[in-house]
């Protein structure tokens, strides 16, 4: 295993003589080492933190039995709707995201998938940094020669700056622009999306 269920967790150490190439990694880790786990996140945060230095291709798709994806949770301009995603494969109402395909800049690889995901391209990030941390059981797939595996996900909140119309892609059966107790109700008892529109809803609380 990668991966161990419990580990006693220490700092993350970043070397500061890392070359330019691996210069996004030294910003993901002090992004991952300065985020502050809810205690509901906190054994999804260890297993992250322990991929990630104990495995050096864990952000590519093809490291199993985990690896590192980008996500993120898409409101609106006003800041009181939330743009949920029926995956077409998980079939679960989700946010947006997908695989880094070796980049180290998880931010960027969550500001892809999003305009992948919904061809909203004009957003900001609602709060800097790390906004949620989890990890996620996926399915065999194989068409893709895929083994069950898991997906290690660091989440980001943006909010539309612009237009919030949307288009449908091949991986989603819809997508639907939801307020809090609508998308409470589609994501039924999804444990990383409770908690990411519960955090949402806070953050609504100051700022709308």
Known sequence: ???????????????????VVNRNMTNFLK?????????EEQCHYEKIVHLVEAEPRCFWRDCFPAHITGSSLLINKEGNQVL??????????LGFGGHADGSTDILEVARRETKEESSISEFTLAIEGIFNVSTHPIPANSNKEEPPHEH?????????????AFQISDESVTLRWCNFDQAITLVKSHESMTRMLHKWGKWQEKHT
Not at 152 to 164: G, R
């Open 84 to 93: 949920l995603n029926h995956h077409k494969f998980l079939n679960k109402w």
């Open 152 to 164: 290690f996900n660091i989440d980001y909140l943006f909010q539309c700056t612009h237009s919030n």
């Open 31 to 39: 992004e991952l080492d300065t985020y502050v786990p809810t205690k």
């Open 1 to 19: 295993m990668l991966y161990l269920n419990q580990i006693t967790y220490k700092p993350i150490c970043v070397d500061p003589c890392l070359s």
